[in-house]
């Protein structure tokens, strides 16, 4: 276990920068020489700020047989040092490109950087024929194969997808560069293309089957971010004076299929301000997203529960965007469960990797649901208070507030006004905005609870209906009864409160709000409010 506080990386995505300046390092180079030695040709799929640039920058140096900087880590005894490949290294992070021009013009520029830096002169004029080139002689200069390396392969088509005519000219613009690397196969001995997006191989790798896809792989699910054991060891100097339980609650969690790890952003700034905030989704505003999931119609409960194939995860194309792809691949819900419950039939259970995410995002979506900014996020301080002292009277009338802030012309004028799970999804976006401990449809043994929260050393127990009228029938809570929903709370020694809240249609509101409390233990009601 480290002992000793050293300078925390942040921003610095060079490996010699970092070594040299003796920063914090979770070593990623065995696995990188795992990887290495396992193949050639690699995608890996991972959400923004995750580490990919300082992993690329591993594998440069690996190649480059820098050795002095891997001293005193796995690769140090690992690795031939006395062979050198020459890399090329794309990097498309830097700036927004807005067309096709400025796409080969940066493209003209990156393969000019690198045939200067490898003391190489080409003289085709295509990117094309430019890039075979450089591949071609990189190999006849140096007397070694050739290491491509392409750092946020996607970005150019990612920041046009508002836009999707732009967008799919930079996608045909990136795939007439990827292919050079079918016809220049003899002359590579590693490939490794890393981004944000997992675009089918069809519309931008095409013929390049030999690439192999790691996303999901659950032997390199950690070879970008923090594991558990990373924070507790490498960082254990940091440690003192944060919650250690709420640093896993709020910043871990984010899994590909085999070990979960933590965002290197949210880890690095929360050791340094020394307070807990949404530092990884603050850093950009998923709207592009948000309105996504708006024009779906999207049951938000269902984003913590979330069930899909692997063909919908990797359903990813200009103006082919599968919500459930986007979210999955942006960061925004992680691996929970895999299944195969038939042969070659596997089912991906997704959900929020963590309460950062799960809290961001449900306030991020609150405005699309209708809700004005600012009384929602009022009306969220004092239900903090409210659920403390379980005053469900005040909660009645908290809630009332909240659906009445929906001004009328959301109504006429939104296609979600009409959704069926519009007033279910503001009310769980609304609580879960919180970052509370909420559980959707938690199995019982005579059905599923539609939400379960912990809070304050209580638990709370809902159940919601959409009425046709407006006179509530008190079906909510006898549901809640009549299911038993509370049975396997009875022995926590905690008060568990039953609460049946039906909304309706006409009054766009709530019309019932029924609750009972039950002792700890007893299961007996300590009270049954009338509908206040």
């Known amino acids: 276990m480290n002992t000793i506080r050293r300078r925390l990386p942040l921003g610095i995505q060079s490996f010699a920068k970092l070594r040299k300046e003796e920063c914090y390092y979770v070593d990623k180079s065995g696995l990188a020489i795992d990887l290495i030695e396992s193949g050639t040709y690699f995608f890996l799929s991972r959400p923004r700020r995750f580490g990919k640039s300082l992993l690329v920058d591993t594998f440069q140096e690996l190649f480059e047989a820098n050795a002095p900087l891997f001293k005193g880590l796995a690769a140090e005894h690992r690795w031939n040092w006395t062979q050198r490949h020459p890399v090329i290294r794309l990097d498309f992070s830097e700036g927004m490109l807005r067309g096709r021009a400025e796409l080969d013009e940066r493209i003209r520029d990156l393969l000019d950087d690198n045939a200067s830096a490898l003391g190489v002169q080409c003289q085709r004029q295509s990117i094309h024929g430019r890039f075979a080139e450089l591949i071609r002689q990189a190999h006849d200069r140096h007397g070694a194969t050739v290491v491509v390396l392409v750092d946020e392969?996607?970005?150019?088509?990612?920041?046009?997808?508002?836009?999707?005519?732009?967008?799919?000219?930079?996608?045909?613009?990136?795939?007439?560069?990827?292919?050079?690397?079918?016809?220049?196969?003899?002359?590579?001995?590693?490939?490794?293309?890393?981004?944000?997006?997992k675009f089918s191989k069809v519309s931008l790798f095409s013929g390049l089957n030999n690439l192999r896809d790691i996303t999901l792989d659950a032997r390199w699910s950690a070879l970008c971010g923090y594991t558990d054991d990373d924070v507790d060891t490498v960082f254990a100097p940091e440690l003192p004076g944060l919650n250690r339980e709420e640093i896993r609650r709020w910043y871990n969690g984010y899994n590909w299929g085999g070990t979960s790890v933590y965002n290197p952003f949210d880890v690095l700034l929360l050791f340094d301000r020394r307070e807990f905030h949404p530092y990884w989704f603050e850093t950009g505003t998923p709207t592009f997203l948000v309105d996504l999931l708006a024009q779906s119609a999207f049951f938000t409960p269902d984003l913590d529960r979330l069930q899909a194939g692997l063909a919908l995860l990797s359903s990813f194309d200009v103006g082919h965007i599968a919500p459930e792809a986007l979210l999955f691949q942006a960061g925004y819900l992680t691996l929970r469960e895999v299944s195969q419950p038939a042969l070659g039939q596997w089912v991906y259970t997704l959900g929020y990797p963590n309460c950062e995410v799960a809290a961001s995002l449900n306030e991020a979506l609150l405005p699309s649901y209708g809700l004005p900014a600012r009384s929602s996020f009022e009306n969220r301080i004092r239900l903090i208070d409210v659920l403390r002292r379980a005053d469900f009277t005040a909660m009645a009338s908290l809630l009332r507030a909240l659906f009445a802030s929906i001004p009328n012309d959301w109504y006429r004028n939104n296609p979600l006004a009409g959704f069926e799970g519009h007033y279910a999804s503001v009310f769980y976006s609304h609580l879960a905005a919180l970052g509370l401990d909420l559980r959707v449809e938690e199995a019982t043994n005579h059905g599923r609870i539609d939400l379960t929260l912990r809070f304050a050393g209580q638990i709370f127990i809902f159940e919601f209906k959409v009425l046709d009228g407006d006179r509530p029938d008190g079906s909510?809570?006898?549901?809640?009864?009549?299911?038993?929903?509370?049975?396997?709370?009875?022995?926590?020694?905690?008060?568990?409160?039953?609460?049946?809240?039906?909304?309706?249609?006409?009054?766009?509101?709530?019309?019932?709000?029924?609750?009972?409390?039950?002792?700890?233990?007893a299961g007996m009601p300590l009270s049954a409010p009338a509908t206040p």
Not at 169 to 193: A, I, Q
Not at 481 to 489: E, F, I, P, V
Not at 497 to 506: A, K, P, T
Request: aromatic share 8%; no cysteine.
């Open 476 to 521: 909510a809570l006898a549901q809640i009864r009549d299911k038993g929903y509370a049975d396997k709370y009875r022995s926590h020694g905690e008060l568990v409160h039953l609460i049946g809240i039906e909304f309706g249609r006409v009054a766009r509101n709530l019309v019932g709000f029924e609750t009972e409390t039950l002792t700890p233990g």
């Open 153 to 197: 392969y996607d970005k150019p088509i990612l920041d046009n997808l508002e836009t999707p005519a732009i967008a799919r000219e930079m996608r045909d613009g990136l795939r007439n560069l990827y292919s050079v690397l079918k016809s220049t196969d003899p002359h590579l001995k590693f490939v490794f293309l890393t981004g944000v997006s």
